[in-house]
């Protein structure tokens, strides 16, 4: 299994555009979970899902930012419209079905809004 | 609510040091706590989890629910430790983390 895989890598955008990253859990992995790093915040939990129904959104930081998770094998996290503020490196991580708490992370989306 | 703190963003040891890297955590209910690691290009993985009790590269953590603690600790820090570190509390299905320690290991 190549692991969680997230898309794309980089991104650099202007500030109002919008932007789709993307996530693929592992197979077999009911739960999903969007987290942002930041140098001054570290790693905050944006929004997860349990088979594929959001159950705590709680972290999203405001309207700009929307969530799906429309299949067991894919999810999305939409910021629109950008801005400079949300330059962040995004990660994706699944874990097992009421499994030992650990969290199998992607690569992370580095994102630049200029 | 649950929350993490790492009081240290960045610590710096000389090889062969001990290393003691600080998590305090607020949490009701009964806590799983984790370190989690992030190597220089690599993915965050899992080092260890308290329930384990486990050494693993020389890392050891012990659970302090008195203090509310879970310190990572490693009695000669070798320089591949250098690495960023996260604390996360686990609870209510979700895992959160603290804001990390990047531990440089100087030779």
């Known amino acids: 299994d190549a692991g969680v895989i997230q898309s794309p890598r980089h991104e650099v955008t202007e500030m109002g555009q919008e932007v789709t990253l993307r996530c693929k859990p592992i197979s077999g992995h009911n739960s999903l979970f969007w987290y942002r790093q930041t140098m001054m915040r570290g790693l905050e939990l944006l929004i997860y899902?349990?088979?594929?129904?959001?159950?705590?959104d709680s972290g999203m930081p405001e309207d700009r930012f929307s969530a799906k998770m429309p299949n067991a094998s894919f999810s999305t996290l939409k910021i629109q419209p950008s801005e400079p503020r949300d330059s962040a490196v995004y990660f994706c991580?699944?874990?097992?079905?009421?499994?030992?708490?650990?969290?199998?992370f992607g690569e992370g989306s580095r994102l630049t809004v200029l | 609510a649950q929350r993490v703190t790492q009081p240290e963003k960045l610590l710096s040891v000389f090889k062969g040091a001990p290393v003691e890297l600080k998590c305090n955590y607020s949490?009701?209910?009964?806590?799983?706590l984790f370190w989690y690691v992030q190597y220089s290009r690599q993915r965050l993985q899992l080092l260890l989890r308290h329930i384990s009790r486990e050494s693993i590269k020389g890392f050891t953590a012990d659970l302090n629910k008195g203090e509310t603690s879970f310190h990572l600790k490693k009695p000669f820090a070798q320089e591949e430790d250098s690495a960023m570190y996260y604390c996360a509390l686990g609870g209510a299905q979700k895992l959160v983390f603290g804001q990390g320690t990047r531990l440089t290991i100087n030779p």
């Open positions: 899902f349990n088979n594929n129904v959001p159950i705590d």
């Open positions: 949490y009701s209910g009964s806590p799983e």
């Open positions: 991580a699944s874990s097992l079905p009421r499994g030992t708490g650990e969290l199998f």
